[in-house]
Nanobody, 118 residues
């Protein structure tokens, strides 16, 4: 059984910074792409960033230059460093990962709440 567990969500003031982590565990063969999404109340889940095994990254326009995705392959962990946070960044943040555990599947974490106060 594969699990993704996020951590680091918190309440932060606008202009502040916050770091999220997401660790994968279980019967993992290999992990390819890992990413972050978020979902605000009443809105669809939104792509934020993705990182490949080799470290190539892509970002949504809404967070490019403010958020940085990174990963530690030895720890099966992906990170999201968020700077210059805005109230509109308030959402539940989810990580996902494409993992081969026998077969190839996309797994999701349970989400962590980030609230940015004005």
């Amino acid at each position: 059984q594969v699990q993704l567990v996020e951590s680091g969500g918190d309440l932060v003031q606008a202009g502040g910074s916050l770091g999220l982590a997401c660790a994968a565990s279980g019967n993992i063969g290999s992990i390819s792409a890992m990413g972050w999404f978020r979902q605000a109340p009443g809105k669809q889940r939104e792509f934020l960033a993705e990182i490949t095994t080799s470290g190539s990254t892509i970002y949504a326009a809404s967070v490019k230059g403010r958020f940085t995705i990174s990963r530690d392959n030895a720890k099966n962990t992906v990170y999201l460093q968020m700077n210059s946070l805005k109230p509109e960044d308030t959402a539940v943040y989810y990580c996902n990962a494409v993992i081969r555990a026998g077969v190839l599947n996309t797994y999701w974490g349970q989400g962590t709440q980030v609230t940015v106060s004005s």
